[in-house]
């Protein structure tokens, strides 16, 4: 799903930038017990912020970011030419950005070691899709990593369910609740090791089991 004008202004934005590196990146990034040498996709990539931090706290052979908005596509590659202050000693000679819808991704299976997503899960529509591909992207024991806004409570959740996603669509967003997201997970292949809720964000870090 494409932002709005909004929406892309607030991604730019400095603020964004400090939640990602002070709230999110150490919970999403940290210990993640993969290999060294990974191959990593940051969905959704936005400004790019999200795969400077993927190359600060992981060794990784190759980071991919992908936006099904060419706009976004662009300012990560702006951010690339030109890091903020803070990442000017991040290796960016591994960082690939690419316009793709991840919802039905060209990428073959069992292509990445992890996958991980900042508060994106939210903009789309065929988020449960999104889920699947991943699972499919993603090698044997592969981490699927990821924050999100706060999920609504099941029970508001299944009462309200016409009303709120008549409201969150106002805004460019799906409602998603707890239950449905650990249903989808799981019912995707997924083995959920860690659903925390810190502030306004949750951090969900599930894996592809083996056979």
């Known amino acids: 799903m494409k932002l709005t004008i909004a929406e892309k202004l607030l991604i730019r934005s400095p603020l964004r930038a400090y939640m990602l590196r ?51 596509v662009t300012t990560a590659e702006e951010c690339l030419s030109h890091p903020p202050k803070w990442a000017r000693n991040i290796r960016t000679d591994n960082i690939e950005f690419l316009c793709e819808d991840a919802t039905r991704s060209a990428f073959p299976d069992c292509h990445f070691d992890a996958v991980f997503l900042f508060g994106v899960l939210h903009h789309i529509k065929g988020w449960k899709g999104l889920i699947s591909e991943v699972y499919r992207m993603l090698k044997e024991g592969g981490v699927f990593s ?15 369910k016409p009303g709120l996603c008549a409201a969150y669509e106002l805004f460019g967003g799906t409602p998603i609740s707890e239950g449905e997201l650990k249903a989808t997970l799981e019912g995707s292949g997924f083995s959920i090791q860690r659903f925390e809720k810190k502030l306004s964000m949750c951090f969900v870090r599930a894996t592809k089991e083996g056979p």
Request: proline share 5%; hydrophobic share 40%; with cysteine.
């Open 22 to 72: 002070r709230l999110e990146a150490p919970r999403v990034l940290s210990d993640l017990g993969i290999g060294e040498r990974s191959v990593c996709l940051d969905t959704g990539c936005g400004s790019g912020i999200g795969a400077l931090l993927i190359n600060q706290y992981l060794d990784c052979e190759k980071v991919v970011g992908i936006d099904v908005d060419p706009d976004m």
């Open 146 to 160: 990821f924050s999100e806004e706060t999920l609504l409570p099941d029970f508001l959740f299944h009462f309200g």
